[in-house]
């Protein structure tokens, strides 16, 4: 089984900064593509960032220059530096990961459980 477990979210006031983790565990050969990935309540999901395996990364306009995208491969865990929070930044933040599966011979898309942020003074 592979498991990807979020850490680092939490309250923050308007302009401060907070840092989220995801880990992969389990039993497989490679990770490919990780990103992260939120929900505000009543919105559907939307894109945050993406990163390769070898750290090309991708931001919508919203997210550009306040949130960085990186990865350790050796830790397999990706982070998301998120700076001058806003308010409209808050919802659950998903991570999720494109992983070559010891039981499986291809790649699937496994999802985290969530952690909320939440911006608010």
């Known amino acids: 089984q592979v498991q990807l477990v979020e850490s680092g979210g939490g309250l923050v006031q308007p302009g401060g900064s907070l840092r989220l983790s995801c880990a992969a565990s389990?039993?497989?050969?490679?990770?490919?593509?990780m990103g992260w990935y939120r929900q505000a309540q009543g919105k559907e999901r939307e894109l945050v960032a993406t990163?390769?395996?070898?750290?090309?990364?991708n931001y919508p306009d919203s997210v550009k220059g306040r949130f960085t995208i990186s990865r350790d491969n050796a830790k397999n865990t990706v982070y998301l530096q998120m700076n001058t929070l806003k308010p409209e930044d808050t919802a659950v933040y998903y991570c999720?990961?494109?992983?070559?599966?010891?039981?499986?011979?291809?790649?699937?898309?496994?999802w985290g459980q969530g952690t909320q942020v939440t911006v608010s003074s």
């Open positions: 999720n990961a494109n992983i070559l599966s010891r039981a499986a011979p291809t790649y699937n898309t496994y």
């Open positions: 389990g039993s497989f050969f490679i990770i490919s593509t």
């Open positions: 990163i390769t395996r070898v750290s090309g990364t």
